[in-house]
Structure formats: structure tokens, C-alpha cells
């Protein structure tokens, strides 16, 4: 089963509105920690927030938000503001307690016009 | 800013050639990673280490092999390139911690095996 899914492939949002990507998870572990990531058409992979499964509140990072639903396990990214510059592929991830390594999504790509 | 590398960014060869791909951080991580990722599709682990003369296989198989001789250097090797082959691969450090330690990226390599 997909531990992490992300069911849009693409978006399309217009300039200086926002956009929510999202994001479902599906671990057994009481600690886990989820991450989201930009990676440009140029390749590198670029953090952006992160979230705690222990965190109260939500993440926030600049004009990046993380709505975490813990009971829906869901953590959406919430991009305010879109600027031209958002145009990328966005990956959620997540690091499980009993792991080493992070597990990816499928990814969506975000087109931001103007 | 990570202080993690790649070389080369873009690499073309012919079926049956030996390949390394270089990969070295100046983070004094532990913890380095190797994804594969098709254009457009997300990122499977298939190489970690957990330190020197530490390797492990990860989730997706590979005909690629790893070394770990220093703890900032993690070069992968492919005994005969295919065209099968063909892909970005992504290496990645972390430091110390749990859930919480996020992971650092090179800018990839693109192997185009003809």
C-alpha cells in the first residue's frame, strides 16, 4: 500500500492566489514526521516545511502552511500568494519512527500563471 | 545552505560502460541516501548507509552498487550501464536525531544510457 499519496498530479493556480496541495498518509507508528519539498525543473530538491506527528499547532514557513489533520491523516501544503517562481513539482514526504529513510509521494506539479 | 554534491550533473554513455556516480557532503552526516527518479515521477530509495562500511539495499531494487570508505563520500557504481538505466539519481545526507532530522539534497545527476 502507498504510504504517502498525493492525488492531484497537476494544479494550475493564478498569480498571488493561494493553492492547497495535498496530501494523505498511512503509517502504524505514533511518531512520524511529514515534509514537503519543491524541486524545480532544474532537479534539486528544496525543503520547505515540516511537520511533527507530536505538533499541536500547524507549521507555518514564510508563505508556506501545513494543514495537518492528524485524525484524517492528512497534511496538506497551503501556498499563499502564488508567485511565478512556485511553478515546480511538490513532494510530501514522510520519516516513521521505525525508519531511516524518507518515503515519497507521486508528486504534483504546480503551474502558477500570471 | 547544504554543502552536498554531486558530480557529474549530466552524464551520456553507451550500453555495457562502467559508471560512478560521485556523491560527497561536507555536513559530517552519518546517515546518506541514493533515490532513483523517472522525469515527472516520484523518488525511490535504493541505497543508505548508516556510516562507514555501512549498506543497505532500499525499497526498490537495483542493479547499482554503493561503497562507504569515508563518511562524506558515497559514489554509486553500475558494472554495465543499459538504457533501462536511464534516470535522475539524487543523493542525500542527514544529521543526526529522529523523525523530525530532514534530508539534504545534491542537484541530482541525469544518466542517459544510449
Known amino acids: 500500500a502507498q504510504k504517502i499519496t498525493q492525488t492531484q498530479p497537476g494544479m494550475f493556480v493564478q498569480e498571488k492566489e493561494a493553492v492547497t496541495l495535498d496530501c494523505t498518509y498511512d503509517t502504524s507508528d505514533q511518531s512520524y514526521g511529514l515534509f514537503w519539498y519543491k524541486q524545480p525543473s532544474s532537479g534539486e530538491m528544496i525543503f520547505l516545511i515540516y511537520?511533527?506527528?507530536?505538533?499541536?499547532q500547524n507549521a507555518t514557513e514564510g508563505r508556506y502552511s501545513l494543514n495537518f489533520q492528524k485524525a484524517r491523516k492528512s497534511a496538506n501544503l497551503v501556498i499563499s500568494a502564488s508567485q511565478l517562481g512556485d511553478s515546480a513539482m511538490y513532494f510530501c514526504?514522510?520519516?516513521?519512527?521505525?525508519?531511516?529513510?524518507?518515503?515519497f509521494g507521486k508528486g504534483t506539479t504546480l503551474s502558477v500563471s500570471s | 545552505e547544504a554543502d552536498i554534491y554531486q558530480t557529474p550533473r549530466y552524464l551520456v554513455i553507451g550500453t555495457g560502460k562502467k559508471i560512478t556516480l560521485e556523491c560527497s557532503q561536507t555536513m559530517g552526516h552519518d546517515k546518506m541516501y541514493w533515490y532513483q527518479q523517472d522525469p515527472g515521477m516520484e523518488l525511490h530509495l535504493i541505497h543508505y548507509?548508516?556510516?562507514?562500511?555501512?549498506?543497505e539495499k532500499g525499497d526498490l531494487s537495483s542493479e547499482s552498487t554503493v561503497s562507504r570508505i569515508r563518511t562524506e563520500h558515497f559514489p554509486l557504481t553500475l558494472e554495465s550501464a543499459r538504457p533501462s538505466h536511464t534516470s535522475q539519481y539524487l543523493c542525500?545526507?542527514?544529521?543526526?536525531?529522529?523523525?523530525?532530522?530532514?534530508?539534504?539534497f545534491g542537484q541530482g545527476t541525469r544518466l542517459t544510457v544510449v
Open positions: 514526504a514522510m520519516r516513521e519512527d521505525t525508519g531511516t529513510a524518507l518515503i
Open positions: 548507509s548508516y556510516g562507514v562500511n555501512s549498506t
Open positions: 542525500a545526507s542527514s544529521p543526526p536525531g529522529g523523525v523530525n532530522t530532514e534530508a539534504f
Open positions: 511537520q511533527g506527528s507530536y505538533d499541536e
